[in-house]
C-alpha cells in the first residue's frame, strides 16, 4: 500500500503530543472526530483543539484518532471511522479505555435514538467508555447524566430533521421562483447555468453541478433536432393513436436514440408524453428520500408545480390533447386486472418474459408489473405460471452482469471526475487506479443456508491478484444491490462465503456505496501539478 492510501485510511494512528500533568500518569485515550458539511462550528480541527484541552485537563494521552470527515451522521453505514473503532473495541486490538467525543451530536444524529445507545454500549460492553467533552454532564451512568444524555441524543436527531425540512423549504421556493432542482430535464431540453443576477454562464453536460452556491440552474431549449424529435412524437401520437411501443419501434427504425443515447422502449416515449417540462412547467417532489430513508413515490397534492417556468418547446394544446388520449389508451388497471391482461397473454404465447410482456398491447409495461408485485417470480407466481429452470438461470446471470458492468461504468466516471486515472482491462477483469493499486470487482447474487439465512459466496478467481476485492452483494430476489464489500485481499483470504452478519472485523468493510473507492482516487491539486 502506497504512502498516499495510507493517508486515506479512516482511522489513522497519531503520535501523542500531550503529556499528563505532573505527577499524573497518562492514561491511552482515543479521540473520534465527525463532521458533516453542515458548518464549520464542527470542524475537524476545533473538535480535535477542544478534545486536546480536555486531555490535557483529564490526564488522557491520544493515542488513536478515528475520524468521519464529511459523514452524515444519520446511520452507520458510510461511516469507516466509526466503523472501524467498533471493530477494534471489540476485537480487543484497542490500547486505550476511552474515548472522547466532542459531542453527543458527534457520535451521530440517529433518527432512532435506541440506535445511538447500542453503539455506545457496545463499547462499554468491550470495557471503553465514552465521554463528550463540550457536554455539561459527566457520562457516568448516573440518572441525571442518562436523562441528560436521552435529552441531548433526541435534540440531535431533531436537528436533522429540522435541516432537512428547512431544505426542502429551500428547495421548493427556488421551484416555485422557475429554477431547476434535478438533473436531466428530457430530449430537446438543456440545463443553462445562470449566475445570481440571471446572466447566462454555461449549458451544464450530463454529469456536471453548479459549484457556486448563488448560482441557479433553469431548463432552455436543446439542440433543433431533438427539438423536432419530441415534437414529432406528440404529433404522431396525436394523429395516429399508435401505441407508445409502436412509436418506440419507429424511432429505432429511423437510429434516432434517446437523451442517454439509448434505444427507445415503451417507457422512454411515455416518459416524453408525460413529461411537463415541454409545455414550460417545472413539477418537482413526484419522489423523495428523507433522512438516508427509502424513497417513496409522492401522491399529487404533494408535487411543487409552477406553471410557465421554462420556455416551452411543446404547443399546449397539443400536450394536452396527447394526455386525453394517452388515459384513454392506458387506463388504470388494478392488480386483478392486470394479472388477467398477463394470463391472456401466456395463453396466447405459451410462455413469458419481459420483451413478451412489452409487446403485449393489452398489458402494461413490464416495469409496472414489477413496481405493483416486486419482481417477475413473484408475479408469475400469482398467474401459476413456471419460468423454465435454464430460462431462471440465464436471466439471472444476464441481470447481474449488467449490474456488475453498470457498476464498473459508473465507478470510471466518478473516479474521473476527482481528477483521478482510472483503467479496466477486460481480458483480466482488474481495475488499475492512479498507477497505484488494483481493483477486481465481482457480484453475488443472495442465497440460502440450509437454515434459510442469506449467504453471498466469496470468490477471488483472479490470476493476476488484485490489491483490493470489491464484492457486490444483492439484496433476496437478486434485484436491489444490498451493499458492497470494499477489502484489502489479504483481510479476506481463506473466507468463501459471507452471511448478513460475520462479525465487526469483517463487517467493517461493508459500505453502502462505492465512495471509499472514489475517495481513495481523489488527487489533491498538488498532485495534479505534480
Known amino acids: 500500500m502506497s504512502d498516499r492510501q495510507g493517508r486515506k485510511q479512516a482511522m489513522d494512528k497519531v503520535v501523542p503530543t500531550q503529556k499528563a500533568p505532573s505527577g499524573r500518569r497518562a492514561v491511552p485515550a482515543a479521540q473520534y472526530l465527525r463532521m458533516s458539511t453542515e458548518n464549520q462550528t464542527y470542524s475537524i480541527d476545533n473538535q480535535r483543539d477542544a478534545i486536546r484541552d480536555y486531555a490535557d485537563i483529564m490526564g488522557y494521552d491520544i493515542v488513536a484518532t478515528y475520524k468521519d470527515a464529511g459523514r452524515s451522521?444519520?446511520?452507520?453505514?458510510?461511516?469507516?471511522?466509526?466503523?472501524?473503532?467498533?471493530?477494534?473495541?471489540?476485537?480487543?486490538?484497542?490500547?486505550?479505555?476511552?474515548?472522547?467525543?466532542?459531542?453527543?451530536?458527534?457520535?451521530?444524529?440517529?433518527?432512532?435514538?435506541?440506535?445511538?445507545?447500542?453503539?455506545?454500549?457496545?463499547?462499554?460492553?468491550?470495557?471503553?467508555?465514552?465521554?463528550?467533552?463540550a457536554e455539561q454532564f459527566a457520562n457516568d451512568g448516573s440518572i441525571g447524566s442518562d436523562v441528560l444524555k436521552a435529552i441531548k441524543r433526541s435534540m440531535a436527531a431533531e436537528h436533522s430533521r429540522m435541516l432537512?425540512?428547512?431544505?426542502?423549504?429551500?428547495?421548493?421556493?427556488?421551484?416555485?421562483?422557475?429554477?431547476r432542482q434535478g438533473s436531466k430535464p428530457g430530449l430537446g431540453l438543456r440545463r443553462l447555468l445562470v449566475d445570481d443576477s440571471g446572466r447566462p454562464k454555461l449549458i451544464?453536460?450530463?454529469?456536471?453541478?453548479?459549484?457556486?452556491?448563488?448560482?441557479?440552474?433553469?431548463?432552455?431549449?436543446?439542440?433543433?433536432?431533438?427539438?423536432?424529435?419530441?415534437?414529432?412524437?406528440?404529433?404522431?401520437?396525436?394523429?395516429?393513436?399508435?401505441?407508445?411501443?409502436?412509436?418506440?419501434?419507429?424511432?429505432?427504425?429511423?437510429?434516432?436514440?434517446?437523451?442517454?443515447?439509448?434505444?427507445?422502449?415503451r417507457e422512454s416515449v411515455r416518459t416524453v408524453l408525460t413529461n411537463e417540462t415541454y409545455i414550460g412547467n417545472s413539477v418537482w417532489n413526484r419522489r423523495s428520500s428523507k433522512l438516508k430513508g427509502k424513497a417513496v413515490n409522492n401522491p399529487p397534492e404533494?408535487?411543487?408545480?409552477?406553471?410557465?417556468?421554462?420556455?416551452?418547446?411543446?404547443?399546449r394544446k397539443l400536450f394536452k390533447r396527447a394526455q386525453l388520449i394517452h388515459k384513454t389508451l392506458y387506463l388504470r388497471m388494478n392488480n386483478d386486472e392486470m394479472l388477467a391482461a398477463l394470463k391472456n397473454v401466456l395463453a396466447r404465447r405459451g410462455a413469458l418474459s419481459t420483451a413478451i410482456i412489452d409487446a403485449a398491447p393489452e398489458c402494461p409495461a413490464a416495469s409496472l408489473y414489477f413496481h405493483r408485485f416486486g419482481s417477475l417470480l413473484k408475479l408469475y407466481e400469482f398467474i401459476g405460471y413456471q419460468m423454465p429452470r435454464n430460462c431462471q438461470i440465464i436471466a439471472a446471470k444476464k441481470r447481474l452482469k449488467t449490474v456488475r458492468l453498470k457498476a464498473i461504468d459508473d465507478l470510471l466516471v466518478a473516479i474521473g471526475r476527482t481528477s483521478g486515472q482510472a483503467t479496466y482491462d477486460l481480458r483480466n477483469g482488474i481495475l488499475r487506479i492512479n498507477d497505484e493499486f488494483t481493483v477486481a470487482i465481482e457480484i453475488a447474487r443472495c442465497g440460502a443456508s440450509v437454515f434459510g439465512y442469506p449467504v453471498w459466496?466469496?470468490?477471488?478467481?483472479?490470476?493476476?491478484?488484485?490489491?483490493?476485492?470489491?464484492?457486490?452483494r444483492?439484496?433476496?430476489?437478486?434485484?436491489?444491490?444490498?451493499?458492497?464489500?470494499?477489502?484489502?485481499?489479504?483481510?479476506?483470504?481463506?473466507?468463501?462465503?459471507?452471511?448478513?452478519?460475520?462479525?465487526?472485523?469483517?463487517?467493517?468493510?461493508?459500505?453502502?456505496?462505492?465512495?471509499?473507492?472514489?475517495t481513495l482516487?481523489?488527487?489533491?491539486?498538488?498532485e495534479n501539478v505534480a
Request: net charge neutral.
Open 457 to 472: 459466496s466469496l470468490n477471488i478467481k483472479h490470476q493476476s491478484q488484485p490489491d483490493i476485492f470489491v464484492l457486490i
Open 73 to 133: 451522521g444519520l446511520n452507520l453505514g458510510g461511516r469507516p471511522g466509526l466503523q472501524q473503532l467498533l471493530a477494534d473495541v471489540e476485537s480487543g486490538r484497542a490500547g486505550f479505555e476511552t474515548v472522547v467525543v466532542y459531542d453527543v451530536s458527534r457520535w451521530g444524529r440517529f433518527q432512532n435514538v435506541d440506535e445511538s445507545a447500542v453503539y455506545e454500549y457496545r463499547c462499554q460492553m468491550a470495557g471503553v467508555r465514552i465521554e463528550f467533552c
Open 474 to 518: 444483492m439484496s433476496p430476489g437478486d434485484l436491489v444491490i444490498r451493499d458492497y464489500l470494499i477489502a484489502p485481499v489479504r483481510e479476506i483470504v481463506g473466507i468463501s462465503e459471507l452471511r448478513a452478519n460475520n462479525g465487526a472485523q469483517l463487517d467493517t468493510y461493508l459500505f453502502p456505496t462505492l465512495s471509499p473507492l472514489i
Open 164 to 179: 432537512s425540512q428547512k431544505t426542502f423549504i429551500g428547495q421548493a421556493r427556488l421551484v416555485r421562483m422557475g429554477f
Open 204 to 265: 451544464l453536460s450530463k454529469r456536471e453541478q453548479k459549484s457556486m452556491h448563488t448560482d441557479r440552474v433553469i431548463v432552455v431549449p436543446g439542440p433543433p433536432d431533438e427539438i423536432a424529435t419530441v415534437q414529432w412524437i406528440f404529433s404522431h401520437f396525436v394523429k395516429t393513436r399508435q401505441t407508445e411501443l409502436e412509436i418506440a419501434r419507429l424511432l429505432n427504425k429511423r437510429g434516432v436514440m434517446t437523451d442517454l443515447g439509448r434505444p427507445w422502449k
Open 521 to 526: 482516487a481523489e488527487r489533491t491539486g498538488a
Open 302 to 315: 404533494q408535487w411543487v408545480r409552477t406553471e410557465g417556468a421554462f420556455e416551452p418547446i411543446v404547443d
